[in-house]
């Protein structure tokens, strides 16, 4: 349910002082950020924490304290399609969801399709996997997760083996959507038309607002940096 469905005039994302552990580190201390923002673009060095973020929006990471209020269902793509990719065919890739949440198969191969269709991928329905491009395996995961309805879709560094033009077209669909995106990248460029950046540093808000004041002072700060200044200090990206 969604926070206007809820009569509650709150930010359609809000972390309230989050401690939370990746094993033996302790990746947020006391992090809070707010947003209403539809698409949130989220950059920071290696390290800083934003792998970690999306996890714990997700639930995959419970913190210790604190409180998290996100509009569900959550989506998550990971960087890697061979992370996410399970089943040989695209259809069996597509349906698998559905059906383990008792969605019969017929309906599920027609759900799947027209999913495809919408996104202009009804070609790959019928195809194996191993023969896909990265472009388009990387779009048999975000329709997958779309199959599942997702109120909020995270992005972790899902584009990042992808060239540039697959890279913008992916940013294209997803802008696209109706659910609100979360978009974790080094590939600063595929924030200009994004509604608002959050920069993570060593798992603490840096600074957030529009994309092009957030990029800008991210990069003036990269360029201070020093050969022995690019070592991550904290676990999770």
């Known amino acids: 349910m969604s926070f206007e469905a809820k009569g509650r005039s709150i930010p359609a994302m809000e972390l309230k002082h989050i401690w939370a552990r990746v094993g033996d580190k302790e990746v947020f201390q006391d992090l809070s ?12 060095r290696n390290g800083a924490g934003k792998s970690s973020l999306l ?17 569900r269902p959550v989506g998550l793509v990971f960087q ?24 019969p198969p017929d309906a599920a191969k027609e759900q799947a399709i027209a999913v495809a269709d919408r996104h202009n991928a009804g070609h790959l329905v019928e195809l194996a996997t191993h023969e ?11 329709l997958a997760v779309l199959l599942d309805q997702p109120r909020t879709l995270l992005l972790d560094e899902s584009f990042a083996n992808l060239d540039l033009v697959a890279a913008r077209q992916m940013t294209g669909l997803i802008q696209s959507l109706e659910a609100r995106v979360i978009f974790s990248t080094h590939q600063l460029h595929l924030l200009e038309g994004f509604d ?18 957030v990029i800008d002072a ?17 676990s999770g990206n």
């Open 33 to 44: 950020l707010a947003s209403s923002a539809r698409h949130i673009g989220l950059i920071g």
């Open 55 to 71: 996890r714990l929006l997700q639930g995959l990471i419970s913190p210790q304290k604190g409180s998290i209020d996100i509009e």
């Open 80 to 103: 890697s399609a061979d992370h996410q990719i399970l089943f040989p065919t695209v259809l069996e890739e597509l349906t698998f969801g559905l059906t383990e949440r008792g969605v």
């Open 132 to 142: 896909l491009s990265a472009g388009q395996r990387t779009l048999v995961c975000i």
């Open 196 to 213: 608002e950046v959050i920069w993570l540093d060593q798992g603490a808000v840096r600074l957030q607002g529009k994309p092009r004041e």
């Open 218 to 234: 991210y990069q003036r700060w990269a360029h201070t940096l020093g050969p022995g200044d690019t070592v991550n200090r904290t």
